[in-house]
């Protein structure tokens, strides 16, 4: 199935200052995490962006959430591993209608993939980028992203997910997005 912009909602998982350094290949992770956020913004699609427990894990590292421009923005912190033990987020999920659900954030084998199987329970069509997702150790991140793909989830790359969106040269965000990837 391709990723339809009118029907997506994007996630940013726990990308925070105390946790983030942490992870394995994190500065391949950050600069793709920066593209992943011009994809949304030149989209304008919804972020949900979510904070494990800040005052342990400090907050979300100041020059990514200083990259979000999207109108559609939406901020919570929780205690629980997935976004969706929180009422918070279920509640704006809801408000916002959408029924395909895209996963970027830390770590991959725990907040990453319990919201994935929380989302698909739900009948969420659920998607996760590879290249934005990441774990302490890399076979964390190798058998998280195992576990995904044999639950249902649409594994993709930031390439594919930008080329899905416009679909074609003639939307009107072709050529600022795919200036994003080259």
């Known amino acids: 199935m391709l ?13 925070q200052e105390k946790l983030f350094p942490k992870i394995f290949d994190n500065q391949s992770i950050f600069h793709k995490v920066k593209t992943y956020l011009q994809i949304i ?16 894990l400090g907050k979300t590292i100041d020059v990514i959430e200083s ?24 509640d704006q999920l809801s ?3 959408k029924k395909q659900v895209l996963l970027c954030g830390i770590e991959t084998h725990i ?4 919201t994935a199987f929380d989302l698909k329970e739900m009948d969420y069509d659920v998607f996760i980028l590879d290249e934005c997702v990441g774990s302490r150790n890399k076979l964390d991140k190798e058998i998280g992203l ?8 649409t ?7 930008a080329f899905e969106l416009v679909r074609g040269s003639v939307h009107p965000n072709f050529k600022s997005i795919s200036d994003l990837i080259k």
């Open 111 to 114: 907040c990453v993939l319990q």
């Open 146 to 153: 195992s576990r995904l793909r044999k639950f249902g989830c």
């Open 67 to 90: 990259d979000i421009k999207t109108k559609n923005f939406f901020k919570f912190q929780k205690t629980s591993f997935s976004c969706m033990r929180s009422d918070d987020v279920k």
């Open 41 to 56: 913004n030149n989209m304008n699609l919804p972020l949900i962006l979510t904070e494990q427990y800040p005052k342990g």
């Open 155 to 161: 594994i993709l790359t930031l390439e594919m997910l």
């Open 95 to 97: 408000n916002l209608g």
């Open 3 to 15: 990723i339809d912009e009118s029907k997506l909602l994007c996630f940013l998982i726990d990308i």
